[in-house]
């Protein structure tokens, strides 16, 4: 055996997919370096959602390039959302590149191992869990997308909706717990479609969904709180919502893109909803969890947006006051419905115009948002430390249920990551709150 190298670009799914290749080439015999000077084998696990993050792994297959020239018994994959069904492109732009790997595809990654098919074949990887001792842990639950977004890359590269069954995640997830997890991330590209490509269950005629899943891994002694990432209104019904708010773990946290606020913009995304729609399940979870933090994603600037639509969007996005929205210009993407069919014809300038009037926008609402909390007490789980401006004290970095991002001052050793801590807010910014240490609560909070 030797030593491997993986590099990771993207969502949380990749991050989870190189966990769980770095377990299993662990579990080989294959020990990891930092460095992919020192690797016998490198694997970039790649992000095709935007044009920037497939011009971040040509550069790095552009240095890998040397290192391989230098050494030809280097191993060298590509794996994640840049390989499509068809890879003839890739071979000839990277010819250096041994194998090519669709997402999820850890056996074809292993191909070029040549390792005897009883070590990682079969059931191999279906029993490999990403093992390192973290207190934060993402879990893919349902792999894929058939939503078909006509901008979306997505649902090409990673395939249609494959759900895991329940046990196998609530395996995973006592696994991580074992190890000192205290918060799991349930993923999905639309994560609410959990259990729609499976049969029903037994004796009935419902498939398992979200809820269920919750519910079984809710069981789990030591696990403080369970969050889900990321929604699309059409799948959440209203069972998958009361039963969330009826489970005291799963957090008051929603990411759900609405991407347009704007019908006619919606209808030429195929994005399967209307604002109206969109705003009535806004307000069911608010209706359960009143105060549930909401993060939303807008892209400006897609094919045929004109002005007017753009400002319903901005007037959406007043009206509903996420506490956070993640803007991006629409930049087209190969072989997508709309880079066939939709010209990309709103000028950059204009684009990068209505982005900067979101960002705007939403500033002012988050920080009246977060303004609203001071003086308030949340329980954060801490997540990051580091030296503090004075001896012996240390800088802490949380997040509460909600995913406010929380800064407080500790004694130096007091907290480990992944603690629960009771903490008064005393400064609010548009970003993230300040706040000060007001007692650890034992056991963890619950709702
Ligand atoms: S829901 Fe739409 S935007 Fe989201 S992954 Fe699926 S196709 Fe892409």
């Given amino acids: 055996m030797g030593s491997y190298y993986i590099w990771t670009v993207g969502c949380q799914v990749n991050v989870a997919d190189s966990g769980k290749l770095a377990a299993g080439l662990r579990r080989l015999g294959w020990e990891p370096t930092d460095q992919a ?9 790649t992000c095709a959602i935007r044009q920037q993050a497939e011009d971040k792994a040509a550069n790095k297959l552009g240095a890998i390039r040397f290192l391989k020239e230098a050494n030809p018994a280097i191993r060298v994959a590509v794996m994640g959302c840049t390989v499509g069904p068809r890879t003839e492109e890739l071979s ?127 069981e789990i002694e030591g696990l403080q709180r369970i969050r889900q990432l990321t929604s699309y209104p059409p799948d959440m019904t209203d069972r998958i919502l009361e039963g969330m708010a009826s489970l005291p773990k799963v957090c008051e946290s929603f990411s759900l893109p609405v991407q347009a606020g704007d019908d006619e913009t919606l209808e030429r995304m195929k994005r399967g ?33 004109t002005d007017a639509q753009f400002r319903n969007t901005c007037r959406l996005l007043e009206e509903l006051r996420f506490d956070k929205v993640h803007v991006a210009a629409y930049s087209e993407r190969a072989g997508t419905f709309a880079a066939r069919h939709q010209p990309d014809d709103v000028p950059q300038e204009e684009k990068m115009e209505r982005l900067h009037t979101i960002e705007e926008i939403q500033k002012r609402i988050a920080f009246e948002i977060n303004h609203e909390l001071w003086g308030r007490r949340f329980e954060v789980l801490v997540e990051a430390l580091k030296a503090g401006r004075e001896p012996g004290v240390e800088r802490l970095t949380g997040r509460t249920r909600t995913a406010k991002l929380v800064h407080f001052d500790a004694p130096q050793g007091v907290y480990r990551l992944g603690d629960a801590v009771e903490v008064e807010i005393n400064r609010t910014y548009p970003w993230s709150l300040r706040g000060a240490i007001v007692a650890q609560p034992e056991p963890a909070l619950t709702r």
């Fill in 92 to 218: 000839e732009r990277f010819p250096f590149v041994d194998v090519f790997a669709q997402p999820q595809r850890f056996d074809k990654v292993l191909s070029v191992l040549d390792l005897p098919d009883e070590d990682s074949g079969g059931e191999f990887w279906p029993a490999v869990f990403p093992d390192e001792a973290t207190p934060f842990a993402y879990v893919p639950v349902v792999e894929g997308c058939d939503k078909f977004c006509t901008y979306c890359i997505v649902p090409l590269r990673r395939g249609r909706e494959r759900s895991r069954s329940i046990d196998e995640v609530r395996h995973e997830v006592e696994a991580h717990v074992a190890r000192g997890t205290r918060e799991v991330t349930l993923l999905g590209q639309t994560v609410e479609a959990y259990g729609k490509d499976q049969p029903p269950v037994e004796g009935g005629t419902d498939h398992a969904d979200l809820f269920d899943l919750m519910s079984a891994i809710h």
């Fill in 37 to 45: 000077e020192d690797a016998d084998f490198i694997v970039l696990n």
């Fill in 273 to 305: 909803y209307t604002v109206a729609e969109f705003r009535e399940r806004v307000a069911k979870i608010r209706s359960l969890m009143p105060e549930v933090g909401i993060s939303t994603d807008v892209i400006v600037g897609s094919p045929g947006e």
